[in-house]
């Protein structure tokens, strides 16, 4: 076999093992929310993906790695989401809708990651900790930046901008709580759902009057 031949077939394992690994992450995900960490088991996920659970630990060493595994690929992929959509804004209100319209839009279309976020936070608090301030100090520094220059540009009153961040994202974190709360534990049977982009203006107006210059 030639060289060039190996490498087709290396490249070819890889993007199955990488296809498989995605599968995996995207069951496991939605057992998990589901039906719960601790009722969960690697079997359901194999039955889920109709393999054999040998499969499932040949990518992920227990149910507590793979748990923890889907609540960090999720984090990421909002994180990336979110960027992806801010950094082609420009003026920094526009930053600001646009990072709140995102987060929101981003949960109304992966609502199983509020409670597997609630489930990680509860059984690992320790590991709800390191995935989520890994990803939040860049996010929050992102939000100071964008803060410095709306002020720099006479958008933004002068505003202890570190404090200021946090409350920005502490503001929209908890309407997702609230929302989830609400939407996904006490609705009623029947009961028409919200969305929590319904609640992007709201949240924009209440934020942006707060911080912009008279």
Known sequence: ???????????????????RHREILDAARHIFAEKGY????IDDIANYLTVGKG?????FANKEALFIA?????????????YSHI?????????IRCAIGTFFEFFDENPELVEIGMQVRSEFKDEHKRVFMSLYQDYIVRIQKNLRTG??????RE??????????????????QSFYIREFTGAAAGQKREKLTDRT??????????IRKR
Do not use: H
């Open 201 to 210: 203006e709201a949240v924009c107006q209440l934020i942006l009057e707060g």
């Open 87 to 95: 950094e082609a804004v420009v003026n920094p209100a526009d930053k």
């Open 38 to 41: 601790r009722v969960t088991t």
């Open 70 to 82: 889907v609540f960090e690929d999720g984090m990421e992929q909002l994180m990336t989401t979110m």
């Open 159 to 176: 505003m202890d901008v570190e404090k200021t961040a946090e409350a920005m994202s502490a503001t929209t974190q908890g309407v997702l």
């Open 151 to 156: 002020i720099s540009q006479g958008i933004f």
């Open 1 to 19: 076999m030639d060289e060039k031949t190996t490498m087709t077939k290396n490249n070819e394992k890889s993007q199955l093992a990488e296809k």
């Open 55 to 59: 499969t499932i630990y040949r990518y």
